[in-house]
């Protein structure tokens, strides 16, 4: 399954994490509706902010009730692994996003550009809960090791493009969990926030790391996830 959302911050969209975690488990409540489907196991793999509307998803899980909401309630158990590329767990650069929207006021990406900044309280708290629930799942974690340009305004084009200075969009202590390394495995990428999840070829060190973790999981999660529904 491919969960999209709206990810532009620069539209007039209202949603915030919540709105966005809100409609991923809809999602996943359509393709997992059976017993059996509720049981097969998950592996995740997420991009910058989709890592953090999937942390809330887990967060959510372990919150829910079985009785009023199974497949909901059923997903932190079935999670065995993910693969997180350039997740901001502690926030994101977002000075060049505000530049877009500066001078609209009460501009309705005010409220996930607040929710999702360095250093955000909501995503500290978050976090805390987050690393709690994965103590025993398989967690690799990807960072960038090249800086990204920023955004500015384009006047030929009344575009915003990034042909602006360089900046650490999500920097290492920012991307990694900092569990230890027996949970989470940390893996450099030479690339930026936005070329850290695009793989020019089957050769290519994030796509060579990646598909053999996904191997791993596929090989390993069955007997592991059958346990934890049996207990």
């Known amino acids: 399954?491919?969960?999209?959302?709206?990810?532009?911050?620069?539209?007039?969209?209202?949603?915030?994490?919540?709105?966005?975690?809100?409609?991923?488990?809809?999602?996943l409540k359509k393709v997992r509706n059976t017993e059996e489907l509720r049981k097969r196991p998950l592996f995740f793999v997420a991009h910058s902010f989709g890592g953090i509307i999937m942390a809330h998803c887990l967060v959510k899980a372990v919150q829910t009730n079985e009785d009023d909401h199974p497949?909901?309630?059923?997903?932190?158990?079935?999670?065995?692994?993910?693969?997180?590329?350039?997740?901001?767990?502690?926030?994101?650069?977002?000075?060049?996003?505000q530049k877009m929207v500066a001078g609209q006021d009460n501009h309705p990406r005010g409220a996930l550009l607040e929710q999702i900044r360095s250093k955000s309280d909501l995503l500290a708290f978050q976090l805390a809960d987050f690393k709690n629930l994965i103590g025993d799942r398989k967690v690799v974690s990807f960072y960038e090791t090249l800086q990204t340009r920023q955004l500015e305004f384009d006047s030929e084009s009344k575009s915003w493009v990034r042909t602006g200075g360089y900046i650490t969009a999500v920097d290492t202590d920012s991307a990694l969990l900092q569990l230890p390394d027996s949970i989470e495995e940390k893996v450099?990428?030479?690339?930026?926030?936005?070329?850290?999840?695009?793989?020019?070829?089957?050769?290519?060190?994030?796509?060579?790391?990646?598909?053999?973790?996904?191997?791993?999981?596929?090989?390993?999660?069955?007997?592991?996830?059958?346990?934890r529904f049996c207990t």
Do not use: C
């Open 71 to 97: 497949t909901i309630a059923s997903l932190h158990r079935a999670t065995y692994g993910m693969l997180l590329f350039g997740i901001p767990h502690t926030g994101l650069v977002v000075d060049d996003i």
């Open 1 to 27: 399954m491919i969960y999209g959302y709206n990810s532009e911050l620069s539209s007039h969209g209202i949603d915030t994490i919540m709105d966005y975690g809100r409609a991923m488990l809809e999602e």
């Open 188 to 227: 450099p990428l030479d690339a930026d926030h936005s070329m850290i999840v695009k793989f020019d070829t089957n050769d290519s060190r994030g796509y060579t790391s990646a598909l053999n973790r996904l191997v791993q999981f596929e090989r390993d999660a069955p007997s592991v996830v059958a346990a």
